[in-house]
């Protein structure tokens, strides 16, 4: 009963001492001064003042033994455990978070390429999709292909900037004009990077174009394209010079055996390793109206302009010979090959998207779908408004000077930001 008793005036002495924290600052003037809030007698100071109102307490619970001034001790310790249990909760979200991010980001571990591709087949064999036979020679040419580092072109759809020009020249349907850039082919992605592969697929692609380019073949690998793991590799390699420490610290150094997204900086650090000049600009914020880009999509249009440059009209359709341009944005990224022109002045980007499925892609080369399939990779202002878009433009080659500087700049990247 005694301490049923003692818990009882314990409360109550509690709900007193959180009426008068409430209640401890009153202004006179400019001092700052504390009033009892139940005598009203005036105190300097809060540490006064608790031990003052705690007289007011201390003769009705003689029995608690509690000593002058442990109110204020007791309410210190209540709130240092409140802040701990309120710490802990946060630290728990936190690590569940940062947990969601690593399996979103493929950061966290799971096998990478090969592990992916291998486990979808053994999948397809399972549920009587694929042969044994089968999916023995496959695994045999993805072994070879990753022994190689050389891409062997399963998803690559050639011929799509040719396609593309012939039928802008027969069909108008509303462009003035029309800039393409020079020949890329299309990659697509596949069982071995589903759901995490479009920076590199994005990546073959702006390399297909460079190898097209007689500036840039002294820069690039011999051979074929390189493989999503080589590619990989290469990153790993162009951290390894000193490029973006910031990126590759958030990747732990590693990108091979995992399914980790790559962006911008990325592609950057591995075109400067190479040896070949690149930007990033970042379009942070919507410049029109219902959250639309305007002005990136003005920006691509002097990118791919810039060939027609001289004061003459150029004509309907111009094949330049430039790269395309690597967009990305949260999630996802495309390669820019084109923009149109509208008559009435508007403006749309031609994007190629490594997720849109191969046989889609190959649809640009059937005379009888291809109609379709430009409407496809047709972006209009108002299919573009994500918060925030950033595009790699590739320019010249760098001098091994010129690429020191960009090493050692890298260690605080810096982009252009429009506006």
């Not at 509690?66 to 802040?83: C, I, K, N, Y």
């Not at 799971?110 to 496959?138: S, T």
């Not at 462009?175 to 995490?196: F, K, P, R």
Request: proline share 5%.
């Amino acid at each position: 009963m005694g301490v049923c008793q003692w818990s009882s005036k314990q409360d109550i002495r509690k709900k007193n001492l959180t009426k008068c924290i409430s209640m401890l600052f009153r202004f006179s003037g400019e001092e700052k001064r504390s009033m009892c809030p139940v005598c009203s007698a005036v105190c300097d100071d809060e540490l006064a003042l608790h031990q003052h109102v705690e007289e007011h307490f201390s003769g009705t619970a003689k029995d608690s033994a509690v000593s002058p001034g442990s109110d204020f001790r007791l309410a210190r310790q209540l709130q240092a455990e409140e802040d701990e249990r309120r710490r802990k909760e946060e630290a728990k979200l936190e690590a569940e978070e940062f947990k969601k991010l690593k399996e979103q980001f493929g950061v966290g571990g799971g096998g990478g390429y090969r592990q992916q591709i291998e486990r979808r087949m053994e999948k397809a064999v399972a549920r009587g999709l694929m042969a044994p036979a089968d999916f023995h020679n496959k695994r045999a040419k993805v072994m070879e292909s990753l022994a190689s580092g050389v891409d062997d072109g399963s998803t690559r759809t050639q011929g799509t900037l040719g396609a593309l020009c012939e039928y802008y020249q027969k069909e108008p349907r509303g462009c003035v004009h029309v800039w393409l850039s020079a020949e890329t082919d299309h990659y697509n992605s596949s069982e071995g990077d589903g759901g995490w592969g479009c920076g590199y697929r994005n990546l073959q692609m702006l390399l297909s174009a460079l190898q097209r380019i007689q500036t840039f073949t002294d820069c690039l690998p011999e051979g074929e394209i390189p493989s999503v793991p080589r590619l990989q590799r290469m990153i790993e390699a162009a951290w390894k010079e000193g490029l973006d420490p910031q990126g590759a610290s958030h990747f732990n150094h590693r990108l091979q055996g995992t399914r980790a997204w790559i962006g911008a900086t990325e592609i950057y650090a591995l075109l400067t390793s190479l040896g070949i000049r690149a930007s990033i600009t970042d379009f942070h914020k919507p410049t029109g109206p219902g959250d639309t880009h305007p002005r990136m999509f003005e920006w691509v249009k002097q990118y791919f302009a810039q060939s027609s440059r001289g004061g003459r009209l150029p004509p309907r359709v111009v094949q330049t010979s430039l790269p395309p341009l690597y967009l990305q944005h949260q999630g996802h990224s495309r390669s820019i090959i084109g923009v149109e022109e509208r008559k009435n002045g508007s403006l749309c980007l031609l994007v190629l998207d490594p997720d849109c499925g191969l046989a889609n892609a190959r649809k640009l080369l059937c005379a009888d779908g291809v109609a379709a399939a430009v409407r496809r990779i047709q972006r209009f202002p108002s299919n573009v408004k994500h918060k925030q878009y950033q595009v790699v433009a590739v320019d010249q080659v760098l001098s091994p000077e010129e690429k020191q500087v960009r090493v050692l700049a890298s260690r605080a990247l810096r982009v252009d930001r429009i506006p």
